[in-house]
């Protein structure tokens, strides 16, 4: 429900933005600037991981994945925007002897369109490009054959399967910003990422790498170090 949520708040953003753009008058009445760090939520879809986790008899990840990263941006409005962005999510399951992981880096070239905005607060919608890499870890502690003291030099070590993923991002998002001072303020995003490309393979492992692809919408809160300056 909450990635349903996202995506229809996403998308009337998008359409408003590209409404409100258009009758907009002529010409830049603020400049702004700024980033900082952020965290949130990742909300993938991990129907096939969870699949591919559970047919290696490890239990299935629940919930969403944990973000933290940041940007940063300067712009006009109402105009272009340009900066840069970037964020790691993971999540974690574990039955005692078995234990899975998987976790995920992206960034990228961020391009907007500040739609409109005053002196403590400005609306932004836009794209994140770049790429990333993505990893599922799956660690087994090594079976003892026999009880008692181990063999003298002799110490057992997990055994892990890992798989590894690189990919193509494009993450369209609606954020905005609020200044609380002329020199600090908050950020709030929504988006969604889709990876029209990724390659797969097997580090170690008994079994064919699985997709790691990272499709899901996400919501990152963020400090902004930056402020926004009045041109008329």
Same mark, same amino acid.
């Given at each position: 429900? +909450? +990635?349903?949520?996202?995506?229809?708040?996403?998308?009337? %953003?998008?359409?408003?933005?590209?409404?409100?753009?258009?009758?907009?008058?002529?010409?830049? &009445?603020? %400049?702004?600037?700024?980033?900082? *760090?952020?965290?949130?939520?990742?909300?993938?879809?991990?129907?096939?991981?969870?699949?591919?986790?559970?047919?290696?008899?490890?239990?299935?990840?629940?919930?969403?994945?944990?973000?933290?990263?940041?940007?940063?941006?300067?712009?006009?409005?109402?105009?272009? /925007?340009?900066?840069?962005?970037?964020?790691? %999510?993971?999540?974690? &399951?574990?039955?005692?002897?078995?234990?899975?992981?998987?976790?995920?880096?992206?960034?990228?070239?961020?391009?907007?369109?500040?739609?409109?905005?005053?002196? +403590?607060?400005?609306?932004?919608?836009?794209?994140?490009?770049?790429?990333?890499?993505?990893?599922?870890?799956?660690?087994?502690?090594?079976?003892?054959?026999?009880?008692?003291?181990?063999?003298?030099?002799?110490?057992?070590? *997990?055994?892990?399967?890992?798989?590894?993923?690189?990919?193509?991002?494009?993450?369209?998002?609606?954020?905005?910003?609020?200044?609380?001072?002329?020199?600090?303020?908050?950020?709030?995003?929504?988006?969604?990422?889709?990876?029209?490309?990724?390659?797969?393979?097997?580090?170690?492992?008994?079994?064919?790498? *699985?997709?790691?692809?990272?499709?899901?919408?996400?919501? +990152?809160?963020?400090?902004?170090?930056?402020?926004? /300056?009045?041109?008329?």
């Amino acid at each position: 429900m +909450r +990635r349903k949520v996202l995506l229809l708040a996403l998308g009337v %953003a998008l359409l408003c933005g590209a409404v409100g753009g258009m009758v907009l008058a002529d010409g830049p &009445s603020f %400049a702004f600037g700024g980033g900082g *760090p952020g965290i949130g939520l990742f909300m993938p879809d991990l129907y096939e991981i969870n699949a591919f986790v559970e047919a290696s008899d490890f239990t299935a990840f629940d919930g969403d994945l944990l973000l933290i990263g940041g940007g940063g941006r300067g712009g006009v409005v109402p105009g272009v /925007a340009y900066g840069g962005s970037g964020w790691g %999510a993971w999540i974690e &399951s574990d039955d005692g002897a078995r234990h899975a992981e998987y976790g995920l880096g992206l960034g990228g070239f961020d391009i907007g369109y500040a739609v409109d905005g005053t002196k +403590r607060s400005i609306l932004a919608v836009g794209t994140l490009l770049g790429g990333g890499a993505a990893e599922l870890v799956l660690s087994e502690e090594a079976p003892i054959a026999a009880e008692g003291p181990h063999p003298q030099g002799i110490i057992p070590a *997990p055994l892990d399967a890992i798989y590894d993923s690189v990919f193509v991002l494009v993450a369209p998002y609606i954020d905005i910003q609020i200044q609380l001072l002329d020199w600090m303020g908050l950020g709030v995003r929504v988006g969604y990422i889709w990876a029209p490309f990724e390659f797969n393979w097997s580090d170690q492992g008994p079994f064919d790498p *699985p997709s790691l692809i990272p499709s899901g919408a996400y919501f +990152r809160c963020s400090v902004e170090f930056g402020g926004i /300056a009045d041109l008329r």
